[in-house]
């Protein structure tokens, strides 16, 4: 053959290849759920604008409706925007949709182990026994409700100190929640002038401000093109390094002195748990496995809960006739003479709608964390391959206009009937849904209801300035939706 036959031969098989791998990919495609043409490589990212992602997914959902596949990079991701959506697939369909879908910062930082990031046997196991020793009384004589009791009494002699002047809340309002973690894990709190917790704190917070920059989501989104900055990976590995060692330096403390007929906190629980499946080829439980465990409750713990409550005190602040009613209600029911406790969640009914109204307004993960399914699944007239990435978002479920008419407004009346009754409301999805939601919700809304009650059974919260000029527009940090800083006074009552 002579060297135009060779080239036309060549450019035929070519062009046969583009025409039968595009007919694969068309094939392949009609059987996934709709959605934008993606570019190679890119994928949709150019469709997508992350200054505003919610007005992208929402505009993607008008046209491919409730169930869509965009490409993130290579990355396929199928979308699920919308209640029902949600409820088909992670209740109806929750023992697919439930594996973690992959986050290349957090695979390379926790390498699968610990609860948040790792997957199949060993999420299974970590899961079910974080989730029976967080029950309230899965730790020994003292509860998880005393502890943050306890937390919250020290919170409000740190709010005391500022004596009523002008004072941004972030750095003490940051310290609470970490300090459950520490209680939880470790058996005791730490003073908040503890060298060992401000150090802690301080790794906490560099490495959600790395976590949360445009390079991390850079990094997560494109994962064909992994951009290694050595400033900002060194940061975050020395920082989980150096928390790790914290941690394996408490597990070898408690390892001198345990008691496994006694134990007192999440460490002491976990290692009787070690050794009573010592003998059991299949278990996760190793040491290894505890340390990641213990950095992933901190990591999902800590900032989440603590910029809720920034947030919270700032529409408190933001709405005086919200502030006078939680405060004629704590009078009524809990007085000025004893520690609120969560038996009274059910007497104050006003509160408990200011907590679920705060977390539905603030929309804090507007995106949740993605998922993935863990084998080929028939969903609707579609079907979806083993393996791919799942964004069950829920910012359109918190803000369904239907449920919540207004749901740009902050409104408490939305948990509340006519009778000024508590109403739930399915939509109340802020920790997720179905196997896979917050492993710690119950602990979370305990840290809620306790911490605001008890601030504002103590204090008036006052603005500095005009409520009417406080901004109580989030502060988008990567995806997540932050408080914007302000300054407050807390005027004992
Ligand atoms: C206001 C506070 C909080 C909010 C809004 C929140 C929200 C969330 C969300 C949306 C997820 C992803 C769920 C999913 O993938 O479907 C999650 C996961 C998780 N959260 Fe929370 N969370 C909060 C507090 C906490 C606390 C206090 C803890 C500590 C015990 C915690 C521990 C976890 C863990 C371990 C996971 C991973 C669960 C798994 O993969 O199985 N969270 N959280
Ligand atoms: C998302 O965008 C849609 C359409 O622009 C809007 O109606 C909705 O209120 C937005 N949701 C949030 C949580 O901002």
């Not at 925007?81 to 290349?104: Q, S």
């Not at 700032?314 to 005086?320: D, F, S, T, V």
């Not at 359109?396 to 008419?405: R, Y």
Request: proline letters at 7%; a positive charge.
């Amino acid at each position: 053959m002579d060297l135009w036959g060779l080239t036309t031969t060549a450019l035929l098989a070519c062009v046969l290849f583009l025409i039968l791998s595009l007919w694969i990919q068309g094939f392949k495609r009609g059987k996934l759920p709709p959605g934008p043409t993606p570019l190679p490589l890119i994928g949709n990212i150019l469709q997508l604008d992350t200054k505003n992602i919610n007005a992208s997914f929402s505009k993607l959902a008008e046209k491919y409706g409730p169930v869509y596949t965009l490409y993130m990079g290579t990355q396929r991701v199928v979308v699920l925007y919308g209640y029902n959506i949600m409820k088909e697939a992670l209740i109806d369909h929750g023992d697919v949709f439930l594996e973690r879908g992959d986050i290349p910062i957090f695979d390379d930082l926790l390498k699968g182990e610990g609860i948040g990031f790792s997957h199949g046997e060993r999420w299974k196991q970590i899961r079910r026994f974080s989730l029976m020793t967080l029950r309230n009384f899965g730790m020994g004589k003292r509860s998880i409700e005393e502890r943050v009791q306890e937390e919250a009494q020290c919170l409000v002699e740190e709010l005391r100190k500022t004596k009523g002047q002008p004072t941004d809340p972030t750095f003490i309002l940051g310290c609470a929640p970490c300090n459950v973690i520490c209680s939880i894990l470790f058996r005791d709190r730490f003073k908040y002038s503890d060298e060992k917790f401000l150090n802690l704190m301080k790794l906490l917070n560099e490495n959600f401000q790395v976590l949360n920059s445009p390079w991390a989501q850079f990094y997560n989104f494109l994962p064909g093109f992994r951009v290694y900055l050595p400033g900002k990976h060194n940061i975050i590995y020395r920082n989980t390094d150096k928390m790790n060692n914290f941690i394996m330096e408490r597990v070898k403390e408690h390892q001198k002195v345990l008691d496994p007929n006694n134990p007192q906190d999440f460490i002491d629980c976990y290692l009787s748990k070690m050794q009573q499946e010592k003998d059991n080829p299949q278990s996760k439980f190793d040491l290894q496995n505890l340390v990641m465990t213990g950095t992933d409750l901190f990591g999902a713990g800590t900032e989440t809960t603590s910029s809720t409550l920034k947030y919270g005190l700032l529409l408190i602040l933001k709405y005086p006739e919200v502030q006078a009613k939680i405060h004629e209600e704590i009078d009524r029911v809990i007085g000025q003479n004893r520690v609120p406790s969560i038996k009274d969640r059910q007497d104050m009914p006003y509160m408990d709608a200011v907590v679920h109204e705060v977390q539905r307004f603030i929309d804090l993960k507007p995106l949740n964390l993605p998922h993935a399914v863990n084998r080929d699944i028939q969903f609707r007239q579609y079907v979806i391959p083993k393996g791919t990435t799942i964004f069950p978002l829920l910012s359109p479920v918190l803000w369904d206009s239907k449920e919540f008419p207004n749901p740009d407004q902050f409104d408490p009346q939305h948990f509340l009937d006519k009778d000024g009754k508590f109403k739930k409301s399915d939509y109340f999805m802020p920790f997720s849904t179905g196997k896979r939601s917050c492993l710690g919700e119950g602990l979370a809304r305990m840290e809620l209801f306790l911490f605001f009650t008890t601030i504002l059974q103590n204090f008036t919260l006052k603005p500095v300035g005009d409520p009417n000029d406080l901004s109580i527009k989030p502060n988008r940090v990567g995806f997540a939706n932050i408080a914007p800083n302000y300054q407050l006074c807390f005027l004992p009552r």
